[in-house]
């Protein structure tokens, strides 16, 4: 009987992978910010079979999250945590983000990310099992000249990410680091610009969970863009200035 909690469950990526993992016999503990759209994400899961948990806590709240990951882990040992919750981050103009929006995006993607995974860390590494998977973003590969804010954290998140795993996989404790490409999400219709080989979030979700399984280091797709993405680093300047050229975006809705 599996144990999942997730957060950024209430849509996108975390409500598809709420609902790719729903079935009789799994607890779901779901995390969102957005009440009602939670409530209606624990509603369909539930109707799939699945014992579901809420909580609505600011993932920037370092000690409410670590307190409420103790008590749910004691209710029910995690088996698996999914640290989905994020922000976009750029600047609505399409000019260089702000200080107050870069650290508002560090706060949320990389902070909040960690006030979740290491609290993980330590009840699973006491347990001796367990599996913590990051969600980053090809953009860890391939940084998105108007999102710097963003890509920076996407790549914190995989390079700590593989680094844990490598730490933590004689205790028992699997890691593993998500890097998506675009996923028709309305976070991410909030970009307004080129996205190449967009999936659907339930497509995703399946990928998702069929690379966590396997206990890839990193489950990235769609593949040709991930293959690029991770290419893309090695690159002379010019060729990569001139590759990331056609991924410029503005932010539809202001903040």
Not at 16 to 33: S, V
Not at 234 to 251: A, D, Q, T
Request: aromatic content about 4%.
């Amino acid at each position: 009987m599996p144990v999942i909690l997730i957060t950024g469950a209430s849509s996108g990526i975390g409500a598809a992978l709420a609902r790719h993992y729903a079935a009789p016999g799994t607890t779901l503990i779901l995390h969102g910010r957005d009440g009602a759209r939670l409530d209606a994400v624990a509603t369909a899961c539930r109707a799939q079979g699945a014992a579901v948990e809420t909580e609505r806590l600011d993932v920037r709240d370092r000690a409410g999250v670590a307190a409420w990951l103790r008590a749910a882990h004691a209710a029910h040992p995690l088996d698996l945590v999914i640290v989905n919750a994020a922000i976009n981050g750029g600047d609505p103009g399409g000019d260089v983000e702000t200080a107050d929006m870069a650290f508002e995006t560090v706060a949320v993607n990389l902070d909040g990310a960690l006030n979740v995974a290491l609290p993980c860390v330590d009840l699973m590494r006491a347990r001796g099992a367990g599996q913590i998977a990051l969600v980053s973003s090809l953009s860890a590969f391939a940084p998105l000249p108007d999102a710097p804010a963003y890509s920076g954290t996407k790549a914190a998140l995989l390079a700590h990410g593989l680094a844990l795993r490598e730490k933590l996989k004689p205790h028992g404790v699997k890691v593993n680091v998500v890097t998506p490409g675009y996923v028709r999400t309305a976070m991410g219709g909030e970009y307004q610009g080129w996205r190449p080989m967009e999936i659907e979030a339930a497509d995703a979700a399946a990928r998702i969970a069929r690379g966590l399984a396997r206990d890839r280091d990193i489950v990235a797709f769609p593949w040709l863009i991930a293959a690029l993405a991770r290419g893309s680093a090695l690159l002379p300047e010019p060729l990569r200035r001139l590759g990331m050229s056609g991924f410029k975006f503005k932010i539809r809705t202001g903040r």
